[in-house]
Structures are given as structure tokens and as C-alpha cells.
């Protein structure tokens, strides 16, 4: 069987990357507070949908089709409250943001067909926060086509070092951990040592960290270097956005 979707509910999706410690839980609330984004989501499901593409353990008729079911399904639940946040600390949190009465309100809306007719109205923005996916942005793309945009929140190496000790041991180790691993000689690694989990392996906890800092940094380098993609993905480096915003937001809003 070959599995394919030929509708989509969804128009535009944005995704929000970075590696763990880079400020996406500064950024996040901005995004939220643009016209038309809806709050963003931490839907672990489509970071292991990508990755398992990426490593090419799931064929990729059906990575495309269940990424965009996916993303269809929480659209359209985000325009009926469903599953709503209201946890007040969460960073994907309805009370801690300027939409809450959005969302109250659409609690009390109808649901099925009239969903459409505000669709059209409301063009709803789909939004999800990823963690270290930029790797694996071929399965977005592939599946979204031009509907995808990515946000990539970089910050230099140096300031991430500490953040990545305080969990490394944890990965694998943890049930509250939701790293995807493999196993390598009775030990676990994360999914992206794939290529250098000998290395991984016989690593101390320190080397691990900045061996995982340095490969996951080399993507988004040679992005940058290569200039492709610049109309779906966009960089905001978080030392100088911290700094002066102004034109980083200029540029996202346009």
C-alpha cells in the first residue's frame, strides 16, 4: 500500500528549531503574538516522523502523508481549542499569551464545516517548536513543499556547553528523556550520533557534549554558507537579536 493525502487543511506552517539551550522560549511568545500564528505546539511526533525519514527507517510515502495528517489534525484542533494548554508556566500556554480569549472563545464555536468557512477568514499560521531537527528539514520540505517555514534560533557554542552537561547523562537513561536512541554496545546514544556513535561510545559525558554541539552546529554553518533556501528558512543568531531585534523581527513579519 502506498499511502498519500492529496487534501490539506493546512496552509502555512511554521517551525520553530534550535538546539537545545539557543532561546527558543524567548522567541516562541513572539511568533505566537504575530497575526494569524497560532500558539506554538511541542509535537514530538514530528520530530520522530523526520528523523526516522532522515535515517530511512520508514518509507517516504508514508512519512509524507502522516507529517501532513499530522499537521491537518492540529490545525484544525487549534481552531477549536482542542487540547488547549492553560498549564500558566508552559511556554506553549494559552493564559501567558495575548490569545487566550481567542481560544476561550472557540471553545463555545461550532466544529465540522463551519471550521472551513473561518479558515478562510482567519488563515491560520500552524505552529510547532522542534529541538535539533535542522538535519532533518528535508522530510518538512518534502512533505510541505512551499506551505513550510523554518526558524532557526542559532547562539554561539560557548554559551551551550553548560545548559547540554546539565542533561547528557540523561539521554537514554531517563523516562522522562524523549530522545529517539540506538543501541551500541549495550549503551544508548542519541539519534543524531548515528554516524559517530563509536565515538559517542567511548566518549566522557564532556566530550559527548561538545562533539553533539559541533555536529549539530555543521548543517546550519553550511547553510549559511550555501545561501539556499533563504525564502523557508530564516536565522535569527540569538546574541545579536537579544541586542538590537528590530530587524530580525522586520524580517519575520515580512
Not at 520553530?16 to 511526533?45: C, H, I, N
Not at 542533561?167 to 531517563?174: K, V
Not at 561538545?210 to 555543521?218: C, E, G, K, N, W
Request: proline share 5%.
Amino acid at each position: 500500500m502506498t499511502y498519500k493525502r492529496n487534501v490539506a487543511f493546512t496552509d502555512s506552517i511554521l517551525v520553530l528549531d534550535g538546539l537545545t539551550g539557543t532561546g527558543k522560549t524567548l522567541f516562541a511568545p513572539l511568533l505566537a503574538s504575530m497575526e494569524s500564528v497560532q500558539l506554538p505546539r511541542f509535537e514530538y511526533m514530528i520530530e520522530y516522523l523526520c528523523i526516522a525519514y532522515n535515517e530511512g527507517s520508514i518509507r517516504g510515502d508514508a512519512s509524507k502523508a502522516l507529517l501532513n495528517l499530522l499537521a491537518d489534525t492540529k490545525c484544525y484542533d487549534g481552531m477549536i481549542s482542542r487540547e488547549i494548554n492553560l498549564r500558566p508556566n508552559d511556554l506553549s500556554g494559552a493564559l501567558g499569551n495575548k490569545v487566550i480569549w481567542q481560544y476561550l472563545r472557540q471553545l463555545f464555536m461550532p466544529d465540522g464545516d463551519a471550521v472551513m468557512e473561518r479558515k478562510a477568514k482567519e488563515t491560520p499560521i500552524l505552529s510547532f517548536v522542534t529541538h535539533q531537527l535542522f538535519s532533518c528539514r528535508k522530510a518538512l520540505f518534502d512533505a510541505f513543499f512551499q506551505r513550510i517555514k523554518i526558524v532557526e534560533m542559532v547562539r554561539h557554542p560557548y554559551f551551550l556547553v553548560e545548559h547540554w552537561l546539565s542533561y547528557q547523562n540523561r539521554i537514554g537513561m531517563h523516562v522522562r528523556d524523549l530522545t529517539l536512541c540506538g543501541e551500541h554496545e549495550n549503551g544508548s546514544y542519541p539519534w543524531f550520533a548515528e554516524d559517530w556513535k563509536e565515538e559517542y561510545s567511548i566518549s566522557s559525558e564532556f566530550e559527548r557534549v561538545l562533539l553533539s554541539i559541533a555536529r549539530l552546529m555543521d548543517p546550519i554553518y553550511k547553510h549559511v554558507q550555501s545561501q539556499t533556501d533563504t525564502e523557508r528558512v530564516m536565522i535569527i543568531p540569538f546574541e545579536p537579536f537579544v541586542l538590537n531585534p528590530n530587524p530580525f523581527l522586520i524580517d519575520l513579519e515580512s
